[in-house]
């Protein structure tokens, strides 16, 4: 509904702007004179001034108001109290007044020898504040952690600043999804509305994309929208008041009229867009978790009250992290917003991700849905076809970890990127003590890693760094025994074995210096190859020797700890291709290991021995009956993928072991070959088998188990599918790896299940 139709409406507005300009402690206003009531009369030591507003575009109703402000002025200008003081009139128009009006309201003027001008109500707010100057001053600064240039290697890819992908909102409180525009128009509407998200999703982009769309919307009708006013919460670090906000706002983007900015907010003639809610600490904090409320209601009095003192017909956005507050409920209280809807930001979807990257391409199933990492992999030509194949999942991922950290870094003054990536490291090892690999963990227990890894107490950044640590969100406590008070949780699997990684190859870099990993550990589960390919990447990258860890294989048996930690020292010592000691044969006890995938070369992991484990998979499609393997004692595993029984020259290894599940024969490598289907399919079908079975497979695996006959066909059948976008290369260690590929696993299950249908040639 437009300004123009609503006169009560225009007229509530027109009056806020007149009184922050004349009357700024609003204790003047309307006034009756003679019978007639007159719309705004304000009177100080030097002026009076005198305003009709009207939402009609005729002469007459012109020279009614400026006739009222005529006979109100002359009255009072006539005593003796106000001789000497300036008078002057306003008729104050919702669209821009007509040629008739302003000659109308002219004339009346100068036969009263009075200063009354007609104008709208854009003109009007020009007194107040120069919104125009404002907004294009604010457009050039920097929106939060939206501004953040990376260290790009390549510099020609700036899909982040000319595409912008629409990201979901979904509303907590039913589940219903909506955009950014109709946030946009919820705000416009007075409504108040907290954007929630874990590290990435894009909070700052969606409210500099807020801020653009209300912008434009302005401009086309200033006088039937207010204009956005966007505030990075961080740079409000250290203040009491919303007025100490609003003028350090306007100091950082060099606008030069802090109070007109403080008139126009107390106006009402803003929306305010909040981000940043998360890094906001008070200037001193000593105690323990049990204090953390009490330290974010301080830390958040100035936010506070600006929200609290905005107009209600003003719309407010804030965005944050939400593991900065222990529950929903403390978020809505501590920001003053009882009344406000909660939205969370989703991680992209696969539509998503081809729209960021302008094109359906064939992604790696290991890639993250969250658009910061995206932006990262993208700018650093980390996604195998989109960067040219150039990196491994485990180089990937290394450098995503030191990408975050060296952003973290540059929102700091006081914590340097090593210590922030090492710190993410201890915490992930923290968590795998808590609870697994995604367990709980409390805000003292990472204040001691803080202790740990920087060597001091967490300071004021130190606490700001701990309540919004990349990829964790809050847990709060329910009240249950043991569990711990403001914890932390990791939010993604991929991303807590990565940093758990790096932890890791600390320890074998290491293993003397107490370090947590040190000695035994209270859990029994293994992560899985990602967090060990992510050891032995970064223990390449520090220079080490590969022999090291064969050093700490030796030392963790000598001290009897057959566990978790000693797998995963295993499976690095086998990315780093270390040459085995035939002395040292790995002995696993008790450990409960996602999969095991047996190698085709001889290493450490072949020359294992595995007692009393529990294990999902072992995958044999990389193996033959010549092959070494490790032996699995008593073992329970839940599935033998490529065999549809054990080899006779290796029932050994399964002494006294239970395999629940093996592949039929006509899943096996053995089964599909003998399909009555053509060569290239039926070779095809193997190479996604294996492929699809797990992770990824080394592109020379592809040909084991293949007759010799069919063996040179391997590379063009692999061709194929890497054209068509089933598959995906990435060079790997001495290697290249083939990949599956995250939107096609549906359809190779389908290939997989009805092979008498597949046919190479079709495949789109």
Same mark, same amino acid.
């Given at each position: 509904?437009?300004?123009?139709?609503?006169?009560?409406?225009?007229?509530?507005?027109?009056?806020?702007?007149?009184?922050?300009?004349?009357?700024?402690?609003?204790?003047?206003?309307?006034?009756?004179?003679?019978?007639?009531?007159?719309?705004?009369?304000?009177?100080?030591?030097?002026?009076?001034?005198?305003?009709?507003?009207?939402?009609?575009?005729?002469?007459?109703?012109?020279?009614?108001?400026?006739?009222?402000?005529?006979?109100?002025?002359?009255?009072?200008?006539?005593?003796?109290?106000?001789?000497?003081?300036?008078?002057?009139?306003?008729?104050?128009?919702?669209?821009?007044?007509?040629?008739?009006?302003?000659?109308?309201?002219?004339?009346?003027?100068?036969?009263?020898?009075?200063?009354?001008?007609?104008?709208?109500?854009?003109?009007?707010?020009?007194?107040?504040?120069?919104?125009?100057?404002?907004?294009?001053?604010?457009?050039?600064?920097?929106?939060? *952690?939206?501004?953040?240039?990376?260290? &790009?290697? @390549?510099? #020609? !890819?700036? +899909?982040?600043?000319?595409?912008?992908?629409? $990201?979901?909102?979904?509303?907590?409180?039913?589940?219903?999804?909506?955009?950014?525009?109709?946030?946009?128009?919820?705000?416009?509407?007075?409504?108040?509305?907290?954007?929630?998200?874990?590290?990435?999703?894009?909070?700052?982009?969606?409210?500099?994309?807020?801020?653009?769309?209300?912008?434009?919307?302005?401009?086309?009708?200033?006088?039937?929208?207010?204009?956005?006013?966007?505030?990075?919460?961080?740079?409000?670090?250290?203040?009491?008041?919303?007025?100490?906000?609003?003028?350090?706002?306007?100091?950082?983007?060099?606008?030069?009229?802090?109070? *007109?900015?403080?008139?126009?907010?107390? &106006?009402? @003639?803003? #929306? !305010?867009? +909040?981000?940043?809610?998360?890094?906001?600490? $008070?200037?001193?904090?000593?105690?323990?978790?049990?204090?953390?409320?009490?330290?974010?209601?301080?830390?958040?009095?100035?936010?506070?009250?600006?929200?609290?003192?905005?107009?209600?017909?003003?719309?407010?956005?804030?965005?944050?992290?939400?593991?900065?507050?222990?529950?929903?409920?403390?978020?809505?209280?501590?920001?003053?917003?009882?009344?406000?809807?909660?939205?969370?930001?989703?991680?992209?979807?696969?539509?998503?991700?081809?729209?960021?990257?302008?094109?359906?391409?064939?992604?790696?199933?290991?890639?993250?849905?969250?658009?910061?990492?995206?932006?990262?992999?993208?700018?650093?030509?980390?996604?195998?076809?989109?960067?040219?194949?150039?990196?491994?999942?485990?180089?990937?991922?290394?450098?995503?970890?030191?990408?975050?950290?060296?952003?973290?870094?540059?929102?700091?003054?006081?914590?340097?990127?090593?210590?922030?990536?090492?710190?993410?490291?201890?915490?992930?090892?923290?968590?795998?003590?808590?609870?697994?690999?995604?367990?709980?963990?409390?805000?003292?227990?990472?204040?001691?890693?803080?202790?740990?890894?920087?060597?001091?107490?967490?300071?004021?950044?130190?606490?700001?760094?701990?309540?919004?640590?990349?990829?964790?969100?809050?847990?709060?406590?329910?009240?249950?025994?043991?569990?711990?008070?403001?914890?932390?949780?990791?939010?993604?699997?991929?991303?807590?074995?990565?940093?758990?990684?790096?932890?890791?190859?600390?320890?074998?870099?290491?293993?003397?210096?107490?370090?947590?990993?040190?000695?035994?550990?209270?859990?029994?589960?293994?992560?899985?190859?990602?967090?060990?390919?992510?050891?032995?990447?970064?223990?390449?990258?520090?220079?080490?020797?590969?022999?090291?860890?064969?050093?700490?294989?030796?030392?963790?048996?000598?001290?009897?700890?057959?566990?978790?930690?000693?797998?995963?020292?295993?499976?690095?010592?086998?990315?780093?291709?270390?040459?085995?000691?035939?002395?040292?044969?790995?002995?696993?006890?008790?450990?409960?290991?996602?999969?095991?995938?047996?190698?085709?070369?001889?290493?450490?992991?072949?020359?294992?021995?595995?007692?009393?484990?529990?294990?999902?998979?072992?995958?044999?499609?990389?193996?033959?009956?010549?092959?070494?393997?490790?032996?699995?004692?008593?073992?329970?595993?839940?599935?033998?993928?490529?065999?549809?029984?054990?080899?006779?020259?290796?029932?050994?290894?399964?002494?006294?072991?239970?395999?629940?599940?093996?592949?039929?024969?006509?899943?096996?490598?053995?089964?599909?070959?003998?399909?009555?289907?053509?060569?290239?399919?039926?070779?095809?079908?193997?190479?996604?088998?294996?492929?699809?079975?797990?992770?990824?497979?080394?592109?020379?695996?592809?040909?084991?188990?293949?007759?010799?006959?069919?063996?040179?066909?391997?590379?063009?059948?692999?061709?194929?599918?890497?054209?068509?976008?089933?598959?995906?290369?990435?060079?790997?260690?001495?290697?290249?790896?083939?990949?599956?590929?995250?939107?096609?696993?549906?359809?190779?299950?389908?290939?997989?299940?009805?092979?008498?249908?597949?046919?190479?040639?079709?495949?789109?």
């Amino acid at each position: 509904m437009k300004l123009s139709d609503n006169g009560h409406e225009f007229e509530q507005r027109a009056l806020a702007i007149a009184r922050a300009i004349y009357d700024p402690s609003h204790t003047q206003g309307a006034v009756m004179f003679r019978g007639r009531e007159h719309d705004g009369v304000f009177m100080d030591d030097k002026s009076i001034v005198a305003f009709e507003f009207t939402v009609s575009q005729e002469k007459a109703k012109a020279v009614k108001d400026a006739e009222k402000i005529k006979d109100v002025l002359q009255h009072l200008i006539a005593q003796p109290e106000n001789y000497y003081k300036m008078a002057q009139g306003f008729v104050v128009t919702a669209s821009e007044p007509t040629a008739e009006q302003r000659q109308a309201v002219d004339r009346v003027a100068g036969h009263a020898r009075l200063p009354i001008k007609c104008l709208s109500l854009v003109s009007l707010r020009r007194l107040l504040i120069d919104t125009e100057k404002y907004l294009a001053l604010r457009r050039d600064a920097p929106f939060g *952690s939206s501004g953040y240039q990376l260290p &790009a290697v @390549n510099a #020609t !890819l700036s +899909l982040y600043r000319t595409t912008y992908v629409e $990201p979901t909102l979904v509303r907590r409180v039913d589940g219903g999804c909506v955009s950014i525009s109709e946030v946009m128009d919820a705000s416009n509407q007075g409504q108040r509305i907290v954007i929630t998200a874990d590290y990435g999703s894009g909070k700052s982009e969606a409210l500099r994309q807020l801020f653009e769309r209300m912008r434009k919307k302005y401009f086309k009708a200033p006088s039937e929208h207010r204009f956005p006013l966007h505030l990075n919460l961080r740079d409000g670090y250290g203040l009491r008041t919303p007025r100490e906000v609003l003028w350090r706002h306007a100091e950082d983007i060099g606008f030069n009229e802090p109070n *007109s900015l403080v008139a126009a907010w107390r &106006a009402g @003639n803003c #929306t !305010l867009l +909040l981000d940043g809610f998360d890094e906001l600490v $008070p200037s001193r904090w000593v105690g323990g978790a049990r204090d953390l409320k009490q330290v974010r209601w301080q830390a958040l009095e100035a936010v506070r009250r600006l929200i609290a003192e905005t107009p209600d017909e003003c719309g407010i956005v804030l965005a944050g992290r939400p593991q900065y507050f222990s529950s929903p409920g403390e978020l809505l209280e501590s920001l003053a917003l009882e009344r406000g809807q909660l939205f969370e930001l989703q991680d992209f979807n696969d539509e998503q991700i081809f729209s960021l990257l302008g094109t359906e391409i064939a992604l790696p199933e290991w890639i993250p849905a969250k658009p910061l990492l995206l932006k990262f992999l993208i700018q650093n030509d980390l996604i195998g076809q989109v960067a040219d194949q150039s990196k491994s999942v485990f180089s990937a991922w290394w450098r995503v970890l030191d990408l975050v950290a060296a952003r973290e870094a540059d929102r700091l003054s006081s914590v340097t990127r090593e210590s922030i990536r090492a710190l993410i490291a201890r915490t992930a090892t923290l968590a795998r003590g808590a609870e697994e690999d995604l367990g709980t963990i409390s805000i003292d227990d990472m204040r001691s890693a803080f202790r740990e890894v920087c060597g001091y107490e967490a300071d004021e950044e130190g606490l700001q760094l701990l309540l919004r640590l990349p990829g964790l969100a809050s847990m709060p406590n329910d009240g249950a025994p043991g569990k711990a008070a403001e914890g932390r949780r990791f939010v993604d699997s991929s991303l807590a074995a990565a940093a758990y990684g790096l932890d890791l190859s600390a320890y074998i870099s290491s293993p003397y210096s107490g370090h947590p990993l040190s000695g035994g550990v209270t859990w029994t589960s293994n992560l899985g190859r990602l967090a060990s390919g992510v050891a032995a990447i970064d223990l390449e990258e520090a220079g080490f020797d590969p022999g090291v860890t064969s050093a700490v294989i030796s030392k963790r048996m000598n001290e009897g700890h057959f566990d978790a930690v000693l797998l995963d020292v295993v499976l690095a010592a086998d990315f780093m291709a270390v040459n085995p000691q035939a002395e040292l044969a790995p002995f696993i006890d008790g450990v409960l290991i996602p999969e095991v995938l047996l190698p085709a070369e001889k290493g450490y992991l072949s020359g294992s021995t595995f007692k009393s484990c529990v294990i999902e998979v072992v995958d044999a499609t990389e193996v033959d009956g010549e092959s070494d393997i490790p032996t699995f004692q008593d073992c329970l595993i839940g599935r033998l993928d490529g065999w549809s029984q054990v080899p006779d020259q290796l029932q050994g290894h399964f002494s006294g072991s239970d395999i629940v599940e093996m592949s039929s024969p006509a899943n096996t490598t053995a089964g599909i070959l003998q399909l009555q289907i053509g060569a290239g399919e039926r070779l095809a079908l193997v190479v996604l088998k294996k492929v699809y079975a797990g992770s990824g497979r080394k592109e020379s695996a592809l040909v084991r188990g293949v007759p010799l006959v069919d063996r040179a066909a391997v590379p063009q059948v692999t061709a194929s599918l890497l054209s068509a976008g089933y598959i995906a290369r990435a060079s790997g260690k001495g290697d290249d790896l083939i990949l599956p590929v995250k939107s096609r696993r549906a359809a190779v299950a389908r290939f997989l299940a009805a092979p008498q249908t597949f046919n190479l040639a079709n495949l789109r």
